[in-house]
């Protein structure tokens, strides 16, 4: 099995891949091991992940698990539930900052998902179906 | 253009449903009466003497909530003398986790040596009411006549992971403006925190 490397960042190094301009449709999910209802989309989003695989679909977890969890406990979990999507765990404590640069309706609770192309972006502050999450792709995909 | 129109009210109704969930800085926040891990029941009006109230939402299973306690301890024993009492309040529905039940709070309390009211809101009326959405998170009130206007809210300090790196302690700047008669600045913050899950509204 494939080591899910975790790259820890800061806000100014995720600001990127909050807005790609190329043709691709990103879901970017802001979650933790200790969230439980985040812990429960997962498997939904990964679904997901796996059925456009192909397409010009791309998934980003950003965990906001603590820093002194990195070993403990997120890169365990990750192996455990065979996640292989691209993770990075965002430690930059000052979230009043950086909260309202994700979006300004976000209140700082998780899950949240922000699903962005060049054209669309939405962002949702509830745990995904699998069948919520595969309609909202399956229109962007094809109707860019 | 009647699309557009049609667009605009939407938007501006939109706007308006996100900003009136719950209460904004400025607003007056009503009188509750909830059940305290002594069993016995507790309302802000049991405090006759206090200038305000440092209303916590927190509970038993959240990493951030709980990393803040020993915080939030500090705060009742710096600010209690000085008029305002910290009250916490697990609005968590015991269904969607075992952990934030009433008799785990009664645990939780002992364990950390809670200095305040730590009451459960098993309806999630009160939640509701101040319109928090995540553990933990912070209201500040003051007592004007008989009114408890809301002059903060938020998050308790700018770091989450490590009291020793603060750089700014939101709550206790805004409660000392508010003791020294000015007006907190922020008066709103965001934090990460655990979404709070209420019982379904009967």
């Given amino acids: 099995m494939k080591k899910n490397k975790i790259q820890v960042i800061d806000f100014k ?26 812990i429960k989309e997962l498997p939904a989003i990964q679904q997901v992940e796996e059925k456009y695989k192909n397409e010009k679909f791309k998934v980003l977890l950003v965990s906001l698990d603590f820093e002194r969890d990195l070993t403990g406990r997120l890169e365990p979990f990750l192996k455990s539930k065979n996640i292989t999507s691209k993770v990075f765990l965002l430690n930059d404590p000052n979230q009043n900052k950086w909260i309202d640069k994700v979006d300004p309706k976000w209140s700082g609770d998780i899950p949240f998902t922000l699903i962005y192309n060049k054209q669309f972006r939405e962002s949702f502050s509830h745990p995904f ?13 094809n109707n860019p | 253009m009647k699309n557009l129109i049609t667009l605009i009210f ?26 305290n891990i002594d069993g016995k029941l507790v309302s802000l009006s049991d405090y006759p003497n ?8 927190t509970c038993n299973h959240c990493p951030y909530a709980k990393a803040y306690q020993d915080r939030i301890i500090a705060l009742d024993k710096k600010y209690k003398p000085k008029g305002y009492p910290v009250i916490a309040i697990n609005s968590n529905d015991v269904a969607a ?9 009664i645990v939780r309390a002992k364990e950390k040596g809670f200095t305040f009211p730590y009451l459960h809101d098993e309806t999630g009326d009160v939640c509701r009411k101040f319109g928090a ?28 992971q490590d009291a020793a790196k ?6 206790a700047k805004a409660t000392d403006a508010v003791l020294a008669g000015n007006t907190p600045d922020p008066s709103f913050t965001k934090a990460i925190g655990c979404g709070i899950k209420l019982k379904d509204a009967k």
Avoid at chain 1, 15 to 28: A, F, G, I, S
Avoid at chain 1, 129 to 141: A, H, P, V, Y
Avoid at chain 2, 166 to 171: G, I, Q, S
């Fill in chain 1, 129 to 141: 179906t699998f069948d919520e999450l595969n309609l909202i792709i399956n229109q962007k995909l």
């Fill in chain 1, 13 to 38: 190094q995720l600001e990127p891949y909050l807005h790609k301009t190329n043709d691709t449709t990103y879901l970017v999910n802001f979650w933790a091991t200790w969230c439980a209802p985040c």
């Fill in chain 2, 50 to 57: 206090a200038k305000g109230f440092i209303v916590v939402f």
């Fill in chain 2, 10 to 35: 939407i938007s501006l109704f939109a706007i308006s449903a996100a900003y009136s969930e719950g209460y904004n800085v400025g607003d007056k926040a009503t009188e509750f009466k909830l059940k």
């Fill in chain 2, 97 to 105: 986790n075992p952990e934030d039940s009433y008799e785990n709070m």
């Fill in chain 2, 166 to 171: 603060v750089t700014t302690a939101y709550l």
């Fill in chain 2, 133 to 160: 959405s995540r553990t933990p998170q912070v209201f500040l009130l003051e007592k004007k006549g008989t009114d408890l206007i809301v002059r903060y809210t938020g998050a308790i300090d700018d770091n989450s």
